[in-house]
């Protein structure tokens, strides 16, 4: 397997009409690649949805694999993993962009594809994925397929904001085909998204697990001990919509970190002003000229 694949069909595996299946040759290659020489012991698909990992599995003449999703009465956030495993294969909703409960024809409260906010996808996503490596036995792998999204504008990278359950062993880029997006003309200038995310986690150890979690800060850059001088006129000018005098920027900057720090705030501020080319004069007022 290499770092970044590209299946540009999916296979004779599962149902082809079920919204969001993924290949079944990215499934294929991963059991091939961890177990070349045999079958693993205990191969278990979470969020199975189209039966594509089950026909995988069955090429492979595993004939003990377990397939849990909602569509056959298994749900994720309530019901135990019913054995441990060597191997398990998760391709979880991202988030409400696909609804499940249409592919179903019945609405579920724990469907992880409900219309919800991030954060509460991300915690739901989380209690699966801790469930799953605890589930899994020593030496034993879990590899989640998952998307990036883009809503209204604003980028969610799901990898970057869910907690990382053991040591990420791979991370596969895996090219995105045939994306109901692609036939949609948007307005605005963005780049597509054309790829999903194979992360591979292992559990080298049987009680301590190594957790990742990603923290958002705001932190405000004018009490920020790594902006400049520069920087911080720069906000300021920016703050009084483009425009300001010495005198004005003074006020807004004499409680800045770097003001506590200088005992000729004034000065300073005059002395950056008239150095630094991204700040040009006109009448009594500093505009920012960024050329
Ligand atoms: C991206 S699809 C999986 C598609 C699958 N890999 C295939 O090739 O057909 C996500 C699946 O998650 C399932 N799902 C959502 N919430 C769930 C929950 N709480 N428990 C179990 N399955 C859930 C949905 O029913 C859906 O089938």
């Known amino acids: 397997m290499n770092s970044v694949v590209s299946y540009k069909d999916r296979g004779n595996y599962g149902n082809s009409s079920y919204r969001g299946n993924c290949s079944g040759k990215i499934i294929r290659d991963l059991i091939l690649q961890f177990f070349p020489n045999s079958k693993p012991k205990k191969f278990i698909e979470i969020f199975s949805g189209g039966g594509t990992g089950r026909d995988v599995a069955k090429e492979l003449g595993i004939n003990n694999s377990i397939h849990l999703d909602l569509i056959n009465g298994w749900d994720a956030l309530v019901d135990e993993i019913p054995s441990g495993s060597d191997l398990i294969f998760s391709h979880p909703p991202y988030w409400d962009i696909i609804k499940y409960q249409y592919q179903r024809n019945s609405y579920n409260a724990n469907d992880l594809s409900n219309q919800m906010d991030y954060e509460d996808f991300i915690k739901k996503l989380n209690k699966v994925n801790a469930k799953i490596y605890c589930s899994l036995v020593r030496g034993g792998r879990h590899a989640i397929l998952i998307g990036d999204i883009r809503k209204q504008g604003k980028y969610y990278s799901i990898i970057k ?54 923290t958002e800060i705001r932190a405000n850059i004018l009490y920020s001990n790594t902006a400049t001088w520069r920087d911080i006129i720069q906000a300021a000018i920016q703050s009084v919509n483009g425009k300001a005098t010495t005198e004005q920027l003074y006020k807004i900057l004499k409680n800045s970190k770097k003001a506590r720090n200088n005992n000729f705030v004034r000065e300073k501020i005059r002395q950056t002003l008239n150095a630094n080319k991204n700040f040009k004069k006109i009448n009594n007022e500093w505009i920012l000229c960024i050329e």
């Open 161 to 214: 904001d869910m907690n990382w359950y053991g040591d990420l062993e791979s991370h596969i880029i895996k090219i995105q085909h045939n994306c109901i997006s692609d036939n949609r003309v948007y307005s605005g200038n963005f780049i597509p998204i054309r790829h999903e995310h194979l992360l591979i986690f292992k559990k080298r150890e049987i009680w301590i697990v190594n957790i990742k979690q990603s």
